[in-house]
């Protein structure tokens, strides 16, 4: 049951039961009693709103069920809070049912709330929609003021693509059209709620289609290791092979245990344990499918998701992800789009906000099999967590990162390659190069290294490369001579391109005076170099002189020294210029990080 | 009237296997609450199939020393039988737990007291409960994986959300998790689950000179019902058509309108 605040939503239950007579007199009377005390006529959602707290404030805080025994079949009905700051209550009601009631008060009609909660419904995949009308009894035109509500519900679930089963007129307090047809509005010819029920569908979990068992745990009995879980899709038989995701290795199961029973076959929804026929690595998040038929694999997933927690986040957040029974950090990697409840349209966006449903991606360094067309697998579907608390549940739209496999007879076709694109996917970003040039002093190696703690504490892959380090192993053997300046760039930019080639950020601070050598060093990575003049005056630089070089070159002591005695050729057409004289450390640094970013971005 | 077939109790029994591995996974150290009524004890069948044979972990019974002889017995029995591994945790006395409550409603404040006891002595993170959703509307409100703070209080208005089946089984140190599997049963479903499996349970259940146990606690503050059923198709039957709620002859929950949400709030299972 959703609908705004007051629309009715626990009266309905309430009246439903009392009209149904299944409750007390004893329970009506005490009923009557709490209602009074209160001052109000009798209060039929009591009878849900158990809580002291919800009674004195007639409103419902948290999800109840009730249970119906109707003579086709049982129902349990949810009765979910409507206000905006109880979503997550909503929520967890919405998770557990086959399909909603909607109620819309007659002289509200569709409040930005309902919009919320509709979104919501379209969100979590429902296909069975009731909706009711309630509090008719207020309205001075009944037929008139409901048929205008009913052309506006229409339109309105008709721009999410949901088509109502049936739109009822209700007054709960008085009781009509809930189980007992109205007296009242003859022009009603429609079912009462109670009869519409009847056209509503449970699921079913797929028994045909494709495996799905979920592994929950591994036992060890009498010197064997049983696989728990639970069949989620398809049937699980004894004696075919299976392939466990994400790793694929595959196996026979060789039995299917109920204890105390063996069985041949398990079908979806139950709950078993399973033996196979060799001994491979299986553990807690592994998924089985039969080969040919397993979910998609990848490093990131792009999914609509509802969030419930309090802060909003931004690109580049860290998050705990919960798929089947897997857990596994992953980065929100991007905001695809955020859903305005108003207009219903997905708008682009920077944050994502306390309920909101947004289209993400979520980057992982672990491989996620996840399912994009199976809708009710717990693959299917994930939680989000910052530190211990779930800020969001969403659904996986699709597998980026690894064209769907075939099965594990194919991991050899696959080869071992690992395609760019991959790398991307898991780290997050792209790999490049970020080649710091400039005078002795000027500010490169302090950038540099700035640069690359506040990138890696953000979860990037960086490395840096100085000049000075590196002519302390690889360039040991090289001068100052020209020659060797050369040999010393060429060196450095090659390491470089063989690091970012491997996803990493590099960031190289070498003085390499000469334009020449740094047009070569470019070439080695095309496409991924990137020239960052770091520009300092040279009287600025040997105020500075960190090394005491400068007072040394000044001294004669040491020979070519760019700037004094060896010839520094600024850049003419820099990537990325940054002035030390002017800027600070930090600042500079941030427009370094600001340019890596927009620049390593997937 | 209308028969169900037994389809749908395996559906509930998945089910609740499937919560009971993720608690015995998931959080750790744990034990389970057996009342040795017909719930827990339903539900302790249900930790046998979900693990095989095995009972990894401890049957804990919140002694007040006043459950019935009968109950006793029955323990003993299952214990010897099936080699529960039990504590036998023996409650505080009346005379220790808050006086303003109503007379019978301070039993209940005894087994919380036990209960905050035995969670200080083992470190539980998680305890395993046997309630159910149909009861009482207090527990009809109530989550799978339930968190409770560090003094064991429940606090409903800032329960996690729960989705599907991704249950929130982090607590902080010192807090502890309350696993309720048995929640989406009624009371009807138990007892034709009882019979299916030929599960045993206290005879104090079946109709005696025309009164029965619907529920059992403890033997001064539980009153029998009128009631003819002296096998358990007879209770099938007998539940299908009453609408007596189950816990009317449990005077500790109608002494006062929120006896059972203050009961619950502190700490009650």
């Not at chain 1, 009905?77 to 909607?102: C, K, Q, W, Y």
């Not at chain 1, 009603?188 to 745990?217: C, I, M, N």
């Not at chain 1, 500075?544 to 060896?566: L, N, Q």
Request: glycine share 8%.
């Amino acid at each position: 049951m959703v609908g705004d605040v007051d629309a009715g939503k626990s009266t309905i239950l309430g009246r439903m039961l009392v009209d149904l007579g299944q409750v007390t007199p004893a329970k009506l009377e005490e009923l009557q009693n709490s209602s009074t005390k209160r001052g109000v006529p009798i209060e039929y959602s009591f009878l849900l709103d158990a809580f002291q707290l919800e009674r004195d404030q007639a409103i419902t805080l948290d999800i109840s069920r009730i249970w119906l025994r109707m003579p086709d079949r049982d129902y349990v009905f949810v009765d979910a809070p409507g206000h905006r700051e109880l979503i997550r209550n909503l929520l967890t009601g919405a998770s557990e049912v086959d399909a909603a009631i909607m109620v819309v008060a007659v002289d509200e009609g569709i409040t930005l709330q309902t919009r919320r909660q509709a979104l919501f419904l379209q969100w979590f995949g429902f296909k069975e929609l009731l909706v009711v009308v309630n509090k008719l009894d207020l309205a001075d035109e009944p037929e008139t003021a409901f048929v205008a509500r009913r052309a506006e519900i229409r339109s309105f679930l008709e721009q999410l693509g949901i088509t109502p089963i049936e739109i009822i007129p209700l007054a709960a307090r008085d009781g009509d059209n809930i189980a007992v047809a109205t007296q009242r509005w003859s022009w009603w010819k429609g079912p009462t709620l109670l009869e519409s029920l009847a056209q509503l569908h449970p699921y079913t979990a797929p028994a045909g289609g494709p495996l799905r068992f979920v592994v929950q745990d591994v036992y060890r009995r009498d010197g064997n290791r049983l696989i728990a879980g639970l069949v989620e899709a398809g049937t699980l038989r004894k004696g075919e092979r299976v392939v466990f995701w994400p790793l694929q290795t595959d196996a026979v199961v060789s039995a299917i245990h109920r204890w105390p029973q063996e069985v041949d076959q398990a079908k979806a929804g139950d709950a078993v344990a399973i033996a196979l026929d060799e001994r491979i690595f299986v553990d807690r998040g592994a998924v089985a499918s039969y080969p040919g038929d397993g979910p998609a694999l990848g490093h990131a997933v792009q999914a609509t998701v509802v969030w419930l927690g309090g802060d909003p986040v931004m690109p580049g957040e860290t998050l705990r992800l919960r798929i089947g029974t897997r857990e596994m950090p992953v980065t929100l990697q991007r905001i695809d789009e955020v859903i305005d409840p108003d207009t219903l349209a997905g708008k682009p966006g920077d944050v994502v906000a306390k309920s909101d449903v947004a289209v993400i991606t979520l980057a992982a360094r672990e491989l996620i099999a996840a399912d994009d067309e199976l809708e009710t697998t717990s693959i299917g579907r994930f939680v989000l967590l910052h530190d211990t608390n779930v800020v969001a549940g969403g659904r996986v739209r699709s597998v980026i990162g690894r064209p769907r496999s075939e099965g594990a007879t194919d991991i050899v076709a696959q080869t071992s390659s690992v395609q760019p694109n991959e790398r991307f996917w898991r780290n997050g970003h792209r790999g490049g190069v970020f080649w710091l040039t400039g005078l002795p002093s000027a500010g490169k190696s302090t950038l540099a290294m700035t640069a690359q703690r506040m990138l890696f504490d953000r979860g990037r892959h960086v490395y840096v490369l100085d000049g000075d380090t590196l002519r302390t192993s690889l360039n040991l053997d090289l001068g100052f001579s020209e020659e060797d300046r050369s040999e010393n760039v060429r060196r450095t930019a090659a390491v470089a391109a063989v690091l970012a080639d491997g996803g990493f950020v590099v960031i190289c601070a070498l003085i390499s005076p000469f334009a020449d050598d740094r047009t070569k060093a470019r070439a080695s990575y095309p496409g991924g170099f990137h020239e960052v003049y770091v520009s300092c005056d040279l009287q600025t630089a040997e105020g500075r002189d960190v090394k005491g070089h400068y007072k040394r070159a000044r001294a004669g002591e040491i020979a070519r020294f760019t700037g004094i005695s060896s010839p520094y050729e600024a850049p003419q057409n820099p990537d990325l210029a940054v002035d030390t004289t002017r800027q600070s450390i930090p600042e500079s640094a941030a427009t370094l990080i600001e340019y890596i970013e927009e620049n390593t971005k997937p | 009237m209308p028969t169900q077939t037994d389809a749908d109790l395996d559906v509930l029994e998945s089910r609740t296997i499937y919560i009971l591995r993720e608690a015995f996974s998931c959080v750790s150290p744990i034990a389970m609450l057996w009342s040795i009524g017909k719930d827990s004890t339903a539900l302790l069948w249900m930790v046998r199939k979900a693990f095989l044979g095995e009972i990894p972990f401890p049957m804990v019974l919140l002694d007040t020393g006043m459950e019935f002889p009968e109950v006793y017995a029955f323990r003993d029995r299952l214990v010897r039988e099936w080699q529960l591994p039990i504590i036998n945790e023996v409650c505080p006395p009346e005379s220790t737990v808050d006086q303003t409550l109503p007379p019978a409603a301070r039993h209940a404040a005894r087994k919380t007291a036990g209960l905050r006891g035995l969670l200080a002595r083992e470190g539980y993170r998680g305890i395993i409960l046997g309630i159910r959703r149909d009861e009482q509307a207090i527990r009809a409100k109530e989550r799978i994986f339930s968190p409770r703070n560090a003094d064991g209080s429940w606090d409903p208005r800032t329960q996690p959300p729960e989705l599907w089946d991704f249950f929130p089984y982090e607590v902080p140190d010192g807090a502890h998790v309350r696993i309720h599997p048995l929640l989406h049963w009624t009371e009807l479903d138990i007892w034709r689950y009882t019979r299916r499996e030929g599960i045993p349970y206290v005879p104090l259940y079946l109709a005696k000179d025309g009164m029965r146990f619907r529920s059992l606690g403890e033997s001064n503050i539980t009153i029998p019902i009128p009631s003819t059923a002296d096998t358990l198709d007879a209770i099938v039957l007998e539940l299908e058509k009453t609408r007596e709620p189950e816990r009317a002859g449990r005077t500790m929950d109608s002494e006062s309108e929120d006896a059972f949400e203050r009961l619950r709030t502190t700490g009650y299972m």
